[in-house]
């Protein structure tokens, strides 16, 4: 990356790289990561530092399994019912809704029985590079003690639940991903100290979380920096090709030029798209959670309550208890009562959670209509590549889609189509 001749950067380093990863969260860390080990340089640039949004507070999870659509849940019929509860799984901010109604048009039709199987043989391709492309970046950069491989529960209040659950998990069963249903004894065992309203549950042994998601993200970061990569705080407000490669704008009026660069600035990427004549229906999906004390309950892996929409986590820093869905947009202030209903109901499951002292947070997931995420070329350039939109799973396919991101900027052979991910699909 070099600087416009007469518009000084202040940093050296930025004039040795030759691609540019706008946004520092998970994707624009991984996608750095496995471009380095292609043999490129690169500059990260974020006003937020590193990993310091939606990637700092998430739920941990390697979720490899969840390959459903979540408009192919059943999701559809929950809806009405979930939106009559305040302080429930998902929100809507009135004020919003007529901004949200094309992105909710193009969820109910991604729902539609033609549309699901496509979906889910997608986001299973995805999944399966995933569970190998992080397995390799955790070795590459020397993460393996911050990985836990024990799985995850999902618990059910009744028989009933389970069976409407089984739909999904036979096609979890056709992608190749083994599950144990379990109850008595054997559910006990996989989690004491659950409230006896729970009558069932789905162990998935595959299910991965890392010890502390920021942390983890921010060691990718720390190698990435270690093998020569910059990070520099700054905001990139414009961009569009150039004769040699790509020419970006920041906030300060400095002009850069690459010869490459990713575009992952998860939720806040839409307007720069736009700038390349990608008009993607980006929204945000914002979620929230409370990181409890280490000593909070005796967590034995990450509890999954679906029905009610949020995770409770064993994390290296504490007990993490979140999830549920608010679409009230990028600037709308934090509601932290949606943190502390979650909260209340966890007490519920786990009768014996300690839930003083805890640490709220609010993050802003990158949500596209159909669950998948973007990556692939801009309509402007090929040189300039689209990476964002991961919704509830950026941690999951970060490492995938950095190995994409590489393909795609080193013209080598994609691993599957992808064509399901084109930012031009919509
Ligand atoms: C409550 C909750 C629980 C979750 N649990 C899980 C889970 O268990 N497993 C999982 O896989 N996923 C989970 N997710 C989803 C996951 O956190 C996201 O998909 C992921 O963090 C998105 O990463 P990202 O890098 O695209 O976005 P971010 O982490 O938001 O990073 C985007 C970066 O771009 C920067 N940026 C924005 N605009 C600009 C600009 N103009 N110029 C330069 N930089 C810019 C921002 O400052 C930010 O740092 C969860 C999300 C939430 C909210």
């Known amino acids: 990356m070099t600087v416009q001749p007469g518009r000084a950067a202040g940093d050296p380093a930025l004039a040795s790289a030759d691609v540019a990863v706008i946004g520092a969260g998970i994707i624009g860390l991984a996608c750095a990561q496995k471009l380095q080990q292609a043999g490129r340089s690169v500059a990260l640039l974020d006003p937020a530092g590193m990993a310091n949004r939606t990637s700092a507070g998430n739920a941990a999870a390697f979720a490899f399994s969840d390959i459903l659509p979540l408009a192919g849940r059943g999701l559809i019929f929950k809806v009405p019912g979930w939106l009559?509860?305040?302080?429930?799984?998902?929100?809507?901010?009135?004020?919003?809704?007529?901004?949200?109604?094309?992105?909710?048009?193009?969820?109910?039709?991604?729902?539609?029985?033609?549309?699901?199987?496509?979906?889910?043989?997608?986001q299973a391709a995805l999944m399966r590079l995933s569970e190998g492309e992080m397995a390799a970046l955790v070795e590459a950069c020397g993460l393996a003690a911050m990985v836990r491989h024990d799985g995850s529960l999902e618990l059910y209040e009744s028989e009933a639940e389970l069976t409407a659950s089984e739909e999904g998990w036979r096609h979890r069963r056709a992608a190749g991903i083994g599950f144990e249903h379990v109850r008595g004894a054997r559910l006990a065992e996989l989690q004491p100290g659950l409230a006896p309203r729970f009558v069932a549950g789905t162990f998935v042994p595959s299910w991965q979380t890392v010890s502390e998601p920021q942390h983890f993200a921010c060691a990718i970061g720390e190698h990435v920096l270690a093998q020569g990569g910059t990070l520099r705080m700054a905001e990139v407000v414009g961009i569009a090709p150039a004769e040699h490669g790509v020419t970006l704008r920041l906030r300060d009026g400095q002009i850069l030029q690459a010869r490459q660069a990713v575009l992952a600035a998860g939720a806040w990427s839409?307007?720069?798209?736009?700038?390349?004549?990608?008009?993607?229906?980006?929204?945000?999906?914002?979620?929230?959670?409370?990181?409890?004390?280490?000593?909070?309950?005796?967590?034995?892996?990450?509890?999954?309550?679906?029905?009610?929409?949020?995770?409770?986590?064993?994390?290296?820093?504490?007990?993490?208890?979140?999830?549920?869905?608010?679409?009230?947009?990028?600037?709308?202030?934090?509601?932290?009562?949606r943190a502390r209903a979650m909260l209340a109901k966890a007490k519920r499951f786990l009768?014996?959670?300690?839930?003083?002292?805890?640490?709220?947070?609010?993050?802003?997931?990158?949500?596209?209509?159909?669950?998948?995420?973007?990556?692939?070329?801009?309509?402007?350039?090929?040189?300039?590549?689209?990476?964002?939109?991961?919704?509830?799973?950026?941690?999951?396919?970060?490492?995938?889609?950095?190995?994409?991101?590489?393909?795609?900027?080193?013209?080598?052979?994609?691993?599957?189509?992808?064509?399901p991910f084109s930012p031009q699909r919509f």
């Open 84 to 122: 009559l509860d305040p302080l429930g799984p998902l929100s809507i901010r009135p004020a919003y809704l007529p901004r949200l109604l094309p992105w909710f048009w193009r969820f109910l039709r991604a729902g539609q029985a033609g549309r699901i199987a496509g979906a889910i043989a997608a």
């Open 270 to 337: 839409k307007h720069l798209a736009a700038q390349l004549g990608d008009r993607i229906p980006l929204d945000t999906e914002r979620g929230y959670n409370t990181t409890l004390p280490a000593d909070a309950f005796p967590l034995r892996r990450q509890l999954i309550f679906g029905a009610h929409g949020f995770v409770i986590t064993p994390l290296a820093t504490g007990i993490r208890v979140g999830g549920a869905v608010e679409l009230a947009g990028l600037d709308h202030p934090p509601n932290f009562a």
């Open 351 to 419: 009768p014996d959670l300690a839930t003083d002292g805890g640490r709220e947070w609010m993050g802003h997931r990158p949500s596209l209509p159909d669950s998948l995420p973007v990556i692939g070329a801009s309509r402007a350039s090929p040189h300039i590549v689209h990476a964002f939109g991961h919704g509830h799973l950026g941690l999951t396919q970060s490492a995938a889609t950095g190995r994409l991101v590489a393909d795609l900027l080193c013209a080598r052979r994609s691993a599957f189509d992808l064509s």
